[in-house]
């Protein structure tokens, strides 16, 4: 027997079964950043002992396997005595009780993926075509669906249909519904997909951006190109590795780990589109409340409405028209776009390949496969359009930030950049385009830092430090007022999120506490800065334990420092190169997609040096991108088409192969020389700030 | 509980289940020739009472439904007395004790399918391509399938190639198992269904035709297109009804009946594919014997072998070489015929309408399928090519015929009949052809007569009678002697198979029993002739008591004649009434199709006017012509295209709907003028038949 603390959730799992693989099979969250490599070591939990009782178990003893050597590093001897252990390293050997510390949940992410008003020219692979059709006679006895596809060549020179069997099974009882007319839905003039009885005009389909960490779904009407509703989830895979190469890595060493992925965020695309679905219907009513004498009397007669209820119940009905009813049924397209990574999982393509060099794909081109053959649940015949990878890991997300911005159609030098998990740069206007993907890594996003989290209640998302007293005021996801207008007992954070990342690193820097090398400055005299007696690391208190919920301080570590670091080294490095591979010296507009980019302070970015100087009014955020391609796809082909040329004509540049890669990386992880190498900021920043060497 | 006796076959049913119904449950094969109309009276069985102690139930009586008024025509009162009951009407009602007679078991068909040699055009729609890929480098990080369709299309020209999702998975191992060498399966020029590693130039597909009561399947390499194997067997609807309008009427009358009947033939047609398959392994072999003593040496050491056993098993593994051992998985293209009605419950398509006048069915034109999508294992990608229906009943299975023989290729007038339970009509020559469907019922093969039965073990298949002593010689299936041969309680018979049904009739006219008309003469003195005693129906002995396995006479009554009789004026009415059409006395060829052509007589066919006179040197039988056309298009994809054309190019005639149909009819029904009619048949048979008026 396992049993998890807080939670309570328990059962059984077979012996040699490591806690965070119970917790999967007990429905308990445990964070797994590194996909089980043992590196991040974020899966801390604790094992207790003699606390078995009122679970009707004898033993008072918990048996977990052997301390391992790579726990050392993350735990100090005290609390390898008080029983912490790395939850992908203990194995379960019998009983076990363990406790998952509040920082060891994977919590549920605040995911805003709202869609953009972007300009798509209205021309769907699916289109509408109402036909009525003569009934059969012994002097033309002709099948039901020549009859329908002679109408549909007569009127709208439609030839050559096929149908899909599914669809066609339904055709008789249709056509004798719909009095011998019926609507049909023929995807990309070839194949017919659905028959309904009668006219109808309004048709539905749904886009989708799966994400390495988040997933979104924008649920369209495909007459009106309305965006009914936007929702989206955590990728379910997040349990196998917080980035790409964990889950190819869950792959490789899992005899399942492909299936069982792909079967997780196929289950988890079906719920998004019931959820979309529901967002149709009207809420459900609560029942009313019948006293017990009065039941019998319900159950015979109609219950005489009250004045006041007959008017409500008016209302509701007038109320209710506006609700389409939709189900997944009359969903009759899908695009998805996704990195290369997330595109062969969802497909259970065989991703080994594309995380060795030299990074081949299975596929490039953009795939229609019907939806049933993914096990999707949509229309029985719907096909699902997913988008072509360009190369590597730079996948058919990025075609879709691509197909949506469009920097192919400009003059100006657009910088595209989408920073995920993993950074996917382009870089080009209309005569040439080259990509790159940088290894930015998890940082930037707050994760493998000491207090990094995702962007959900309780982070901090934004920081400022008082240059003088280095006091720091914050933000936390969840709450409207900064630290310093609250109790600080009401702060309740327990981690720094993204966006709060490079407010840190900006603030830490502007203020004085750390160098442009990015080492603490040892003279400095706050009471913040300490040096950690467990890891002799120097730390910075950004939270105090009493403003927490974790009942400990949140620090940012001079390995923390060092990882943001890395990561923005990555990014401006990857911009660098391109730009002198493209022989620029400066860009003309950036574009910056993801989350991120919605969330970033576009001056703090550049005084971090995250990307190249530009005028920051040409610094944009496009929010995502990637989704408003895959709904550009989806409204109209010719996007596909165009997705497909694009994805074949942009050169993809592996930038670790140049020579002077390391020294450029070096170089970016420094904070930049403002004046050199940023003018916009001049007037914008301090002048001590542009001026600092 | 149910108990089925003889075979002890026992289980629990839900209360108000008919018998019939309990026996499928049960898997005991009750006849239902008329899918539980109540018409047939084949599904014969007795309640018995008492005999429940052996089984471990107390009850001592049977709880069957209330004896209904339809079952008063098939049993005389006595038979009431003694329990019998119509297994479609009798509902069980509690416990039950039923005993099946022999005559209502459904008996295993003796099928003779063989493939002909027909001559087919090489061009199959599935052809395999080899090529050799350069692995991926930095310079050309290309996906896998992109440099697969590179080489394809610059060595062999194909385009555009999609690829299907199973398919592309297997693809990254198979490119690296083959050291980057493949060979690739690509359907239609357009779609890529297998890769295998390495170069592979054999490879596999099957024809299948879908009769009403036989399937058969002839599996064929593809390359050289050679015939491994013919399997087949009986069609597993049988048990829901002999013929296409019992199938229809059990699809209306079951909620599920479409599915399950769907369900029942594509596991049927899986395990022929597996039988086929099969042929091409070597037979298992017994495990050798092991004494006890032996086997603690024999498990730690090689056992040594003899010398004789080393020679036995070199000779083994050069035989064993011949064995192709090939699986499903090789298959990767399937064809298929079969009547309107066969093709559209094999599909899942609603064949109500196809029963309803004027007849339409839900498609005319042939559908290529993945074959999961139907639920047919064999390879995963693979497509099943269904061929076109014509109109009405007559199907892809008619069609099948027309493009195995080309009756539009020639000058000669031809007639093509293909006698199933349905009769399948074609006249016509390179200028013009018709069709039609005659409705020559389930005499002709045997069914729906007091004795008639299918061509299966113990059935008399020839008949002779002495015109002097009306003495009655026969021989029966599975059995080479003829009855004056053999002692006659060793012929064992139990029914009268269709070709023997011809002979019945043939034999009857020329030795005098009956008339022109059909009447039985009342002036003769044969024993053999006597009145019915319960149906007061004049009636002939085939074969007495002691001579059966059922221990009661084999006879043909004046209601059997009068069956067989309208089967034969249905046919022959079609034939004269296509050649009025087409303004025709004579046709130059008669070609006979199925298994009734190959049985038939074909001099004994003209006496009894089933087809209008001809030389009887071109009246041919083709054997399963379907079968051969479903072969053709299987290895020739340009006799797909054939077919769509000739199922549109057939005009089919309504021959119900000619004014003087009746009239026709019924002169059709009658034993023809010979002399007048059948000119041909002068010199052949005796002066004395061929003058009698």
Not at 224 to 244: I, R
Not at 358 to 379: C, E, M, Q, T, Y
């Amino acid at each position: 027997m396992v049993i998890f603390q807080p939670s309570a959730r328990r059962g059984l799992v077979e012996e040699g079964t490591n806690i965070i693989e119970a917790s999967r099979q007990l429905g308990v969250d445990i964070e797994a950043l590194c996909g089980e490599k043992k590196v991040c070591g974020k899966c801390k939990v604790r094992i207790e002992e003699g606390a078995f009782e009122k679970f009707g178990i004898t033993s008072r003893r918990s048996h977990a396997s052997e301390w391992q050597e790579e726990e050392n590093k993350f735990f100090t001897p005290a609390q390898k005595k008080e029983g912490y252990r790395l939850a992908c390293v203990a194995k379960v050997q019998g009983d076990v009780l363990v406790f998952v510390p509040e920082e060891a949940r994977a919590g549920k992410q605040v995911v805003s993926k709202a869609a953009r008003d972007i300009h798509i020219d209205l021309n769907p692979a699916v289109k509408m075509y109402h036909v009525e059709v003569t009934p059969p006679a012994f002097e033309e006895p002709t099948g039901d669906y020549e009859r329908v596809c002679g109408e549909l060549e007569r009127r709208y020179g439609l030839k050559n249909l096929s149908i899909d069997l599914p669809t066609l099974r339904k055709l008789p009882r249709r056509l004798r519904e719909g009095k011998w007319q019926v609507t049909v839905a023929v995807w990309m003039d070839k194949d017919v997909i659905r028959v309904l009885p009668g006219k109808v005009e309004d048709y539905y389909g749904i886009a989708i951006d799966v994400g390495t960490t988040t997933v979104a779904a924008y649920f369209c009407n495909m007459r009106t190109m309305e965006v009914l509703t936007t929702v989206s989830m955590m990728n379910p895979q997040c349990k196998y590795g917080e980035d790409v190469m964990a889950r190819i890595t869950y792959h490789m060493m899992n005899p399942n780990g492909l299936e069982t992925m792909s079967n997780d965020i196929i289950d988890g695309l079906n719920s998004l589109v019931v959820q979309a679905c529901e967002s149709t219907h009207p809420p459900k009513k609560k029942k009313k409340g019948i006293k017990l004498d009065e039941v019998e009397e319900t159950a015979n007669a109609a219950e005489p409405a009250e004045p006041d209820e007959e008017k409500a119940e008016e209302e509701a009905a007038k109320d209710d028209k506006q609700y389409l009813r939709l189900n997944p049924d009359d969903i009759v397209d899908m695009t998805i776009v996704g990195n290369t990574a997330m595109h062969h999982i969802l497909l259970k393509l065989d991703p080994e390949f594309v995380g060795l060099a030299p990074f081949p794909p299975v596929v490039h081109r953009n795939l229609d496969i019907r939806a049933r053959d993914i096990g999707i649940k949509i229309n029985d015949s719907a096909y699902v359009h997913v988008l072509p990878n360009e190369a590597g890991f730079v996948g058919a997300d990025n075609v879709g930030v691509l197909i949506a911005e469009e920097p192919y159609k400009n003059e100006q030098m657009q910088l595209l950049i989408d920073i995920g998990t993993n950074g996917e740069l382009v870089l080009g206007n209309k005569n040439k385009m080259i990509s790159c993907s940088c290894a930015t890594g998890p940082a930037l996003e707050g994760a493998q830092l000491s207090f990094g989290m995702r962007a959900a209640p309780g982070a901090i998302e934004r920081i400022t430090i008082d240059p003088e007293t280095h006091e720091v005021n914050y933000k936390v996801i969840g709450k409207d007022a900064w630290k310093n207008y609250s109790k600080p007992e009401e702060m309740k954070t327990k981690g720094i999120c993204g966006s709060g990342i490079l407010d840190v690193l900006a603030e830490l820097y502007t203020s004085g506490v750390i160098s442009k090398s990015g080492r603490f400055s040892k003279s400095q005299k706050s009471q913040r800065y300490r040096i950690n007696p467990d890891t002799k690391q120097p730390e910075f208190v950004i939270a105090w334990a009493n403003e927490t919920s974790i009942g400990k301080d949140v620090v940012i570590s001079q390995k923390d420092v060092r990882q943001i670091q890395l990561g923005k080294g990555a990014l401006y490095t990857g911009c660098k190169l391109m730009m002198r591979r493209m022989g620029l010296d400066k860009v003309d507009v950036i574009k910056i997609a993801g989350a991120f980019g919605t969330h970033v302070d576009k001056t703090k970015a550049l005084i971090m040096g995250l990307f190249p100087d530009c005028d920051l009014e040409n610094v944009l955020s496009v929010g995502n991108a990637a989704g408003d391609g895959a709904r550009a796809a989806l409204l109209n082909r010719a996007k596909r088409e165009e997705a497909n040329w694009v994805s074949r004509n942009v050169e993809y540049v592996e930038l670790t192969v140049e020579s002077d890669f390391q020294d450029q990386f070096m170089q970016a992880m420094q904070i930049p020389h403002m004046k050199d190498e940023f003018p916009h900021l001049e007037g914008i920043v301090l002048p001590e700030i542009l001026h600092q060497k």
